[in-house]
């Protein structure tokens, strides 16, 4: 069983930055995407940023050039750092794995984090 526990939201006014971790805790399957998803109030749980064991990343339009996600494999740990942060930012941002096995996938989620861009 993976735990992941987020930190590193908060208030931040719009053009700012702010970097979010995730430690994983637990035994991760060897093929896995580590990423980070978004969602506002009243709207759906959307991608932001993926990083898989194996391959490139993947960022969500809005937010290329503006965020880098990153991991510490030692760690087992995921950040995103989001600069040049925009009120359209402000979201609950949850943490994923997901492991990609023979059979099914298996995702694992955060408990989220709130992160408030203010105009």
């Known amino acids: 069983q993976v735990q992941l526990v987020e930190s590193g939201g908060g208030l931040v006014q719009a053009g700012g930055s702010l970097r979010l971790s995730c430690a994983a805790s637990?035994?991760?399957?060897?093929?896995?995407?580590m990423g980070w998803y978004r969602q506002a109030p009243g709207k759906q749980r959307d991608l932001v940023a993926a990083i898989p064991s194996r391959g490139s990343t993947n960022y969500a339009d809005s937010v290329k050039g503006r965020f880098t996600i990153s991991k510490d494999s030692a760690k087992n740990t995921v950040y995103l750092q989001m600069n040049s942060l925009k009120p359209e930012d402000t979201a609950a941002y949850y943490c994923n794995v997901r492991e990609v096995r023979p059979d099914r996938n298996y995702d694992y989620w955060g408990q989220g984090t709130q992160v408030t861009v203010a105009s």
């Open positions: 637990g035994s991760i399957f060897g093929f896995n995407v």
